[in-house]
């Protein structure tokens, strides 16, 4: 009985890091899903705020960065950094500047912020230039898949 409980015990110390590891690389695999990131920096580096309030995609600079969400958010003037900081959840890409036609379909894809749409008041991306034509043409049902596969992933 002392042996079996030894054994079990044993068994418990050596597998428990094993689990912790597994729930640690679990956390960092649902952060990166709420984000996307290339080294930290949220989309690319692109300023938010830009495509609101410029009509189009603008890089933004390090000099201009707020952290928010578990990443650095680049902005091309400080008046972009105060508008996203003041109420980033205005600004920020859905679905974490994934794409949104990707997602439509069940895929956690990269998009490129050059090929976006506002919708609504609301900035979607895409992976590419035919990904974003064919999610505009069916927008309102590729929404609605993308907001529920995303529950499922965020």
Request: charged share 20%; with cysteine.
């Amino acid at each position: 009985m002392i042996l079996l409980n030894l054994c079990k015990n044993f068994i418990i110390m050596a597998l428990l890091p094993l689990f912790i590891m597994a729930v640690n690389v679990a956390a960092v695999s649902a952060a990166e899903a709420t984000t996307a990131t290339v080294h930290g920096i949220a989309i690319k580096g692109y300023d938010p705020v830009a495509y609101f309030t410029e009509g189009q995609a603008i890089k933004g600079s390090s000099v201009y960065a707020y952290n928010w969400n578990e990443a650095s958010w680049h902005f091309s003037k400080p008046e972009h950094r105060d508008l996203f900081a003041a109420d980033p959840d205005r600004y920020a890409p859905q679905f974490g500047g994934h794409c949104a036609n990707g997602l439509s379909k069940g895929k956690l894809v990269a998009a490129d912020p050059e090929e976006w749409t506002i919708v609504d008041g609301k900035l979607y991306m895409n992976y590419n230039r035919p990904a974003r034509d064919d999610w505009r043409t069916h927008k309102a049902v590729m929404i609605e898949r993308a907001e529920s596969n995303w529950a499922g992933i965020h």
